[in-house]
């Protein structure tokens, strides 16, 4: 399948059902093309369990409630008054 970097933003779900469909998409930008998406192969796509980023912060106990983490992140400078 042929895509635009312009159908690529309208339509994205255009070429997911394409890649779903085992079929490469190119992309072009102004006639040319400049990029291509392919499907994973089904052995190979991977788990998250097994990435190495997975847990990297499980033992830090300041991120026991990440809401109050997350919270005490954004709040402003005046609020902690």
């Known amino acids: 399948m042929k895509a635009t970097l312009l159908d690529m933003r309208r339509n994205p779900r255009k070429i997911l059902d394409a890649i779903a469909r ?3 998409v190119s992309l072009t930008s102004r006639g040319k093309p400049v990029a291509r998406i392919e499907p994973i192969a089904k052995g190979k796509r991977p788990t998250a369990g097994k990435h190495a980023a997975v847990g990297i912060w ?16 954004r709040k ?5 008054l």
């Open 22 to 24: 085992n079929e490469t």
């Open 76 to 80: 402003g400078r005046f609020d902690a």
């Open 58 to 73: 499980a033992d830090r106990a300041d991120m026991a409630d990440p809401s109050a983490y997350v919270r005490n992140l």
